[in-house]
């Protein structure tokens, strides 16, 4: 099986990807009713097939507001994946209609080494996740603070999963449907790793 070049002269340093999440916001003055519409608070990557819940990549705003959950999907939005870190909270946790998953794809080089299986089972409780919800008809939202690197990166791999595309494809295919997502520092390896995990380990 071909293997997949990883960018490997590329050694960035650490990323602060809550520090970028705020001079992103602060760039774009989100929040304020001046942000451009490639900031919006959520944007939508994917519709299930059969049962036509979404799943949507957004920001703490629209975590946070349950006026904003409130109107992605036709029922509403009470599932979310949590990308934050220390800089977030789940804002409705303590409701029982909401039920989180915590995806810390921040610090994944602190969960998983650079081996491609171990990256895709990195991934697997969040395509686990995405599979039992979307496929019972509840829409997910998937944030970090801007929307644009944590769960942005989130966003592109499930875009990998569940169309079966490669990282370069579901890369183009996110920032088209969110302009803001970037997927930053080691984020790009990352999705390359997973890439060949998915190959190696046929899928999830």
């Not at 705003?61 to 036709?74: R, T």
């Not at 509840?138 to 970090?144: F, G, P, R, T, Y």
Request: proline share 6%; charged share 20%; aromatic share 6%.
């Amino acid at each position: 099986m071909p293997r997949i070049p990883l960018d490997t002269g590329l050694n960035p340093k650490a990323v602060d990807y809550a520090e970028e999440g705020r001079l992103l916001l602060s760039r774009v003055n989100l929040g304020s009713g001046l942000a451009p519409e490639r900031y919006a608070p959520t944007n939508v990557l994917y519709k299930h097939p059969e049962t036509g819940a979404e799943l949507h990549v957004g920001n703490a705003q629209a975590a946070k507001s349950i006026q904003i959950l409130g109107g992605l999907g036709e029922e509403g939005c009470r599932r979310i994946v949590f990308c934050q870190d220390g800089d977030g909270s789940r804002h409705h946790e303590s409701n029982p209609e909401f039920k989180y998953l915590t995806f810390p794809i921040g610090r994944w080089r602190s969960h998983v080494n650079r081996d491609p299986s171990e990256v895709h089972n990195f991934f697997v409780p969040l395509f686990e996740f995405l599979d039992a919800e979307l496929g019972s008809g509840n829409s997910v939202l998937i944030h970090c603070l801007a929307g644009a690197h944590r769960a942005g990166t989130a966003g592109i791999a499930s875009l990998m999963y569940l169309c079966g595309m490669d990282s370069t494809e579901a890369t183009g295919a996110a920032k088209k449907l969110r302009p803001a997502i970037n997927p930053i520092g080691d984020f790009p390896v990352l999705l390359q790793l997973l890439e060949r995990g998915m190959k190696e380990g046929g899928g999830a």
